[in-house]
């Protein structure tokens, strides 16, 4: 069976699952710290949810960040990752369902999303719950 939860508070264990996942979303994602953990744990827009199975293991993550602006408050999703091991059993389904259930109740107008074409299969996920992608320009500024 499939749990999602909101990340609450900070622990040694959960900090340790998390830098496991970590770069299985990305070979250049870098472990994080506790304090880091912490900060994204007591920030007002970053909401992490784990997914785990029925001992408690942590298999997967996402992050749903809310952003109060003018125009309305809109939603992005970041690093969303499942372990290997459980991988097409529906654990990214599950978390992309509850991030967008939770973006609702914050009256969130919109949810993006960015995904490296590589990612197959994530992509063929979201675009299975409905996301379309959207014809604009994407740009970054990089700050070293």
């Known amino acids: 069976m499939i749990n999602i939860s909101e990340l609450t508070e900070a622990s040694s264990s959960v900090l340790q699952s998390i830098n496991e996942l970590l770069p299985q979303l990305s070979s250049s994602a870098q472990v994080i710290s506790m304090d880091r953990l912490s900060e994204l744990v007591e920030s007002d827009n970053t909401i992490i949810f784990l997914g785990t199975d029925d001992n408690g293991q942590i298999l997967g993550m996402l992050s749903l960040i809310v952003m109060k ?14 372990d290997q091991s459980a991988r097409s059993k529906g654990m990214g389904k599950a978390l992309m369902n509850h991030a967008l259930k939770r973006a609702k109740k914050l009256a969130v107008k919109s949810v993006d999303l960015t995904s490296r074409p590589s990612r197959e299969t994530a992509n063929m996920l979201y675009q299975s719950l409905g996301y379309q992608i959207r014809e604009t320009n994407v740009y970054r500024y990089k700050i070293s």
């Open 69 to 82: 602006i003018p125009t309305g408050n809109k939603a992005w999703i970041e690093d969303v990752v499942v």
